[in-house]
């Protein structure tokens, strides 16, 4: 019945026992029992409408960059949000232009367009990996800016599927996160730009890609970072450096030599051999250093 109803209410992809792997950056995880792919928010709107009528779980996920989803998979239903690719670029004044991108458009495409344009702001966001919604949610950062620093609005989708638009000085940002009431999704957002010279932006996108391919083991499959920062002074990845983890290996899942704050796949590992990573570094850091470190990946899941 259930597999009706979605084939029913969406006209995007639809599978079922997809394995995960193909859509994590990692490349680990088991099979869900579905996955979908809506075109629209009025798509969205609907599958979310029958899978609480069936009482079905689901997670929205973006480009799976920092996603891990266990071996045995996930029981319930993946949400991609890569067919809400919309874009608009809007003229605010003379000197600043509003850029709004659907939740599921990736977020490189949004700093090169921003370039295009000869707007600034959104150049410390070169090469992060990962989606405009997963972006907003972990409210994501580097070198001393942050999402919410450019934030204009953000498109809601509530428990009760309404959909409205928020400023960004009405919404609840934290370091790395973005905290919303259960089951709100983020549709898309909008963010304010002020006019700079192109090759300026151009120069710094370059100067952070260049950093980022030197500091980071971009050459292997990798979530990215895998821990917040415990402190603004104390950057997670230095501490796992200190504690002596870097290079640790389970499995086919090894913590990186270049960056002590990437777990890397080498080809082989499952999705257990990099939580048995995460355990290791939490256990090792809650014992020696004193500190509970949490992580920026979202693990989902049967255990087992």
Same mark, same amino acid.
């Given at each position: ?24 950056? =990692? ?85 090169? $367009? ?7 702001? =959104? ?41 409205? &638009? ?11 996160? $973005? ?58 990845? &230095? ?44 256990? &090792? ?20």
């Amino acid at each position: 019945m259930l597999r009706d109803m979605l084939w029913n209410v969406i006209s995007g992809k639809v599978v079922f026992d997809e394995p995960m792997s193909r859509h994590t950056s =990692m490349g680990v995880g088991g099979t869900a029992d579905a996955f979908v792919s809506p075109k629209s928010a009025e798509e969205l709107r609907r599958i979310i409408a029958c899978l609480k009528r069936f009482h079905v779980p689901y997670i929205p996920v973006g480009n799976g960059t920092n996603l891990i989803v266990r071996d045995r998979g996930y029981r319930g239903v993946i949400i991609s949000m890569k067919g809400l690719h919309d874009v608009i670029v809007a003229e605010r004044s003379p000197e600043q232009t509003s850029i709004y991108a659907g939740a599921g458009v990736a977020l490189s495409e949004i700093v090169l $367009l921003a370039a295009e344009y000869s707007l600034t702001g =959104m150049e410390f966001c070169a090469g992060i990996p990962g989606s405009i919604g997963g972006a907003v949610k972990m409210n994501a950062g580097a070198y001393g800016s942050e999402i919410r620093n450019i934030i204009e609005t953000v498109e809601l989708m509530s428990n009760s599927e309404e959909i409205r &638009k928020y400023k960004g000085n009405e919404l609840n940002f934290e370091y790395r996160n $973005l905290d919303l009431p259960a089951d709100t999704m983020i549709t898309g957002a909008s963010f304010l730009l002020t006019r700079e010279r192109k090759k300026k932006i151009q120069e710094r996108i370059s100067e952070i890609i260049g950093t980022r391919k030197s500091k980071h083991p971009l050459e292997y499959r990798n979530a990215g970072s895998i821990f917040k920062n415990p402190g603004r002074k104390d950057p997670a990845g &230095k501490i796992i450096d200190e504690i002596g983890l870097k290079g640790t290996r389970i499995g086919g899942a090894k913590i990186s030599e270049k960056h002590g704050n990437f777990i890397i796949n080498l080809g082989d590992a499952k999705a257990a051999d990099i939580i048995a990573l995460i355990d290791l570094v939490q256990k &090792k850091m809650r014992n020696e250093r004193g500190i509970e470190l949490e992580t920026e990946v979202k693990i989902v899941g049967e255990n087992g």
